[in-house]
């Protein structure tokens, strides 16, 4: 069974632990394990996600999008909409920055991530996360 739920929220610091909350409530109430690996991956993602919007999100955009879907085999899909048409980018990162690590640790725990272009409407970040096997 295939089951998604998506959300606004306003461009604020205090929207990405809202996101995460959220998150986990709708991955929790549709089966997954609360103290799974798979639930704990997702939770990071939409976190890291959720922050990119709110610092680098276009500085006029009040909202953006998350959305979590819930695929058939256990795995979820997390999505992050923004109008922003810059696409995220893997940097290198110097040893003594404190910024920019963020899409390595997407890259790391993510089975696959991508960005889909929305047009004039902006883009969504997208990351999946395989079930507990």
Do not use: Y
Not at 47 to 71: M, Q, Y
């Amino acid at each position: 069974m295939l089951r998604r739920n998506s959300f606004r929220l306003p461009r604020h610091p205090a929207s990405v632990g809202l996101a995460r909350r959220r998150v986990r409530d709708h991955l929790s109430d549709w089966g997954h394990a609360p103290d799974g690996q798979a639930l704990a991956d997702a939770l990071l993602l939409v976190s890291e996600l959720a922050t990119n919007v709110v610092r680098h999100g276009p500085l006029l955009e009040r909202e953006f999008e998350v959305a979590v879907t819930a695929l058939a085999d256990g795995s979820c899909l997390i999505e992050v909409s923004d109008e922003g048409r810059v696409e995220p980018r893997l940097r290198v990162v110097g040893e003594w920055e404190e910024t920019g690590r963020g899409l390595h640790m997407v890259e790391h725990i993510a089975a696959a991530w991508g960005v889909w272009s929305r047009g004039r409407h902006g883009k969504t970040v997208w990351a999946l996360v395989l079930a507990n096997v």
